[in-house]
């Protein structure tokens, strides 16, 4: 026998409904309780860019609270007399390589612990996580005389490889949890129709991903941008290095330069601000689907 559940008494905007019935005392909290710690938090946060701002625009010499008059020679002091302009390329070469490799590795990797079984795969993922745990300059030494060793010491491509491989255990692990949220009878609708299982992948799997690999490949590449300590050791010629040592460049034991160091901060900022603001949605879209197991 079907019975028809009559609907629920609707509630006004005035009485939202809570459990029980009943109203808590934060219900109605005034406003200004949470506009004024949301004030101080934003000039807490907002205070350190203006700072910056403030240094890279004001001439040097001022002490001027406000960027007037302003001027950019501190910007074309770092791009032409401090080489920024060659970092900037570098940082990008690794930041745009990093990414790139890791996405594609990790696609692959994330698929494999996602679809097949196999034995000792739950002693593999506990093995990825635990990577995350040992800091880079644990192996720097084994690292260096590796790369010494295949003669790539000083070369853009040891960073990017170094960089690779610590991106590679978390981002295999999060494609994975995004590949499980894309149900398996997909693919398998699609090896009926006559696809094997690459044609597959790449027409049913890889566009429901899209969310997940922007999630993943941006974070490769601003970690990879913001890295200092590999490039640090890994190369050694200026015209390789990247953006992070160069702004350790601006600093020596006798003075420095905080216009050219604020302006080579914004620099190195302007990127990856550019990168999460167009790619915000499909974050947050990313990191929600692949915290919920499908």
Same mark, same amino acid.
């Given at each position: 026998m079907i019975?028809?559940i009559?609907? #629920?008494?609707?509630? &006004?905007a005035a009485?939202?409904?809570?459990?029980?019935?009943?109203?808590?005392a934060?219900?109605?909290?005034?406003?200004?309780?949470i506009?004024v $710690?949301l004030? !101080?938090?934003?000039?807490?946060?907002?205070?350190?860019?203006?700072?910056i701002?403030?240094f #890279?625009?004001?001439?040097?010499g001022?002490?001027?609270?406000v $960027?007037?008059?302003?001027?950019f020679?501190?910007?074309?002091?770092?791009w032409?007399?401090?080489s920024?302009?060659t970092?900037f390329t570098?940082?990008?070469?690794?930041?745009?390589?990093?990414?790139?490799?890791?996405?594609?590795?990790a696609?692959?990797?994330?698929?494999?612990?996602?679809?097949?079984?196999?034995?000792l795969?739950?002693?593999?993922?506990?093995?990825?996580?635990?990577?995350?745990f040992?800091?880079g300059?644990?192996?720097?030494?084994?690292?260096?005389?590796?790369?010494?060793?295949?003669?790539?010491?000083?070369?853009?491509g040891?960073?990017?490889?170094?960089? &690779?491989?610590?991106? !590679?255990? !978390?981002?295999?692990?999060?494609?994975?949890g995004?590949?499980?949220?894309?149900?398996?009878s997909l693919?398998?609708a699609?090896?009926v129709? +006559?696809?094997?299982?690459? &044609? +597959?992948?790449?027409?049913?799997?890889? $566009?429901?991903?899209r969310?997940?690999?922007?999630?993943?490949g941006?974070?490769?590449?601003?970690?990879?941008?913001?890295?200092f300590?590999?490039?640090?050791?890994?190369?050694s010629?200026?015209?390789?290095q990247t953006?992070?040592?160069?702004?350790?460049?601006?600093m020596?034991a006798?003075?420095?330069?905080?216009?050219?160091? #604020?302006?080579?901060?914004?620099?190195a900022?302007? $990127?990856v601000v550019?990168?999460f603001a167009?790619?915000q949605?499909?974050?947050?879209?990313?990191?929600?689907?692949? #915290?919920?197991?499908g």
């Amino acid at each position: 026998m079907i019975t028809e559940i009559a609907p #629920a008494p609707e509630r &006004t905007a005035a009485e939202p409904a809570r459990p029980g019935g009943k109203r808590r005392a934060w219900d109605e909290v005034p406003r200004w309780q949470i506009y004024v $710690p949301l004030t !101080l938090y934003l000039l807490f946060t907002l205070i350190p860019f203006y700072w910056i701002l403030l240094f #890279a625009l004001r001439p040097a010499g001022s002490t001027s609270l406000v $960027p007037w008059p302003m001027t950019f020679e501190h910007f074309e002091k770092v791009w032409t007399e401090r080489s920024f302009g060659t970092y900037f390329t570098n940082s990008l070469y690794v930041g745009l390589a990093t990414l790139v490799l890791t996405t594609v590795v990790a696609l692959a990797g994330g698929y494999a612990l996602a679809r097949f079984d196999f034995r000792l795969k739950r002693g593999f993922m506990l093995a990825l996580l635990c990577s995350q745990f040992v800091p880079g300059a644990l192996l720097l030494v084994p690292l260096f005389q590796i790369f010494a060793n295949l003669r790539m010491i000083n070369s853009l491509g040891s960073v990017v490889i170094a960089e &690779t491989v610590f991106q !590679l255990p !978390l981002s295999m692990i999060l494609i994975s949890g995004f590949i499980r949220n894309v149900p398996y009878s997909l693919e398998e609708a699609a090896w009926v129709d +006559g696809c094997n299982r690459l &044609t +597959g992948f790449r027409i049913v799997v890889l $566009p429901l991903l899209r969310p997940g690999l922007i999630a993943v490949g941006s974070f490769a590449f601003v970690h990879a941008w913001n890295h200092f300590l590999f490039a640090l050791m890994f190369l050694s010629d200026q015209g390789k290095q990247t953006i992070p040592v160069g702004l350790n460049t601006l600093m020596s034991a006798d003075s420095v330069d905080l216009g050219a160091l #604020a302006a080579g901060g914004i620099i190195a900022a302007v $990127p990856v601000v550019i990168v999460f603001a167009f790619i915000q949605k499909w974050l947050i879209t990313g990191f929600s689907a692949g #915290a919920v197991k499908g």
